[in-house]
């Protein structure tokens, strides 16, 4: 089946320093979506792509959808302890369908 | 509005018990899902169902079974739990089509079968 990559697995920052984190398949996908999961909770949507090349912010946040089609980065800038949680990107071959394939993860830790 | 409402949050199983997990969902929402997450696994779909009356297989499907009556509930199934199920798991809905939120997510139950 399609497979995910998330890069790294895990992180610790400390507070006030930007992340960096991708996630990478060999298939081509037309719609990437980033998401965030607090301990306990269920995953939350952060960002949706669905141009090759977009780049799209939220608060702090920023996503890019990669030329390839086979890659999407997320950035935070400027790390609070609140961002501590699992990032999940997910994403899908065709425009329309809701089938999703999730990554596994990033887990970041925020030091104080 | 609660969005998707899972329950119950935790549960503890024998090993050959059976169980029902529920979900339900407020936003009239076409589709829904059942994941399990296991650590370094990711989110892993296990069924899903397009619309009321209707469920498919997704990638993990075998020792489950899924019912969807009703348009706003869709419930998951374990006949006879193995320890292998032990695992969080996650519902989530979406609308029908377009580009739409992606999915939402319910807050998770936690299974462990001993």
């Known amino acids: 089946g399609q497979q995910l990559n998330q890069s790294p697995q895990s992180m610790f920052i400390q507070e006030g320093e930007d992340v960096s984190m991708n996630c990478t398949s060999s298939?081509?996908?037309?719609?990437w979506l980033w998401y965030k999961q607090d301990p306990g909770e269920g995953p939350v949507l952060l960002i949706a792509?669905?141009?090759?090349?977009e780049l799209t912010s939220n608060g702090r946040l920023t996503a890019q959808f990669g030329i390839t089609r086979k890659d999407s980065f997320l950035n935070i800038s400027a790390s609070i302890p609140s961002d501590v949680g699992i990032y999940f990107c997910?994403?899908?071959?065709?425009?329309?369908?809701?089938?999703?394939?999730f990554g596994p993860g990033t887990r970041l830790s925020v030091l104080p | 509005n609660a969005g998707v409402t899972q329950t119950p949050k935790f549960r503890v199983l024998k090993t050959g018990q059976s169980m029902t997990l529920l979900c339900a969902q407020d936003?009239?929402?076409?589709?829904m899902y059942w994941y399990r997450q296991d650590p370094g696994m990711g989110l892993r779909l296990i069924h899903y169902?397009?619309?009321?009356?209707?469920?498919a297989k997704g990638e993990v499907p075998d020792g489950y079974n899924v019912s969807r009556l009703k348009k706003q509930n869709f419930l998951l199934g374990l006949e006879s739990a193995a320890p292998s199920q032990t695992s969080v798991y996650f519902c989530?809905?979406?609308?029908?089509?377009?580009?739409?939120?992606?999915?939402?997510f319910g807050s998770g139950t936690r299974l462990t079968v001993v």
């Open positions: 792509l669905y141009k090759a090349g």
């Open positions: 936003m009239n929402h076409e589709y």
């Open positions: 169902s397009v619309g009321e009356g209707t469920t």
């Open positions: 989530a809905s979406s609308p029908l089509r377009g580009r739409g939120p992606g999915y939402t």
């Open positions: 997910a994403g899908r071959r065709d425009n329309y369908g809701q089938n999703f394939v």
């Open positions: 298939s081509i996908f037309n719609t």
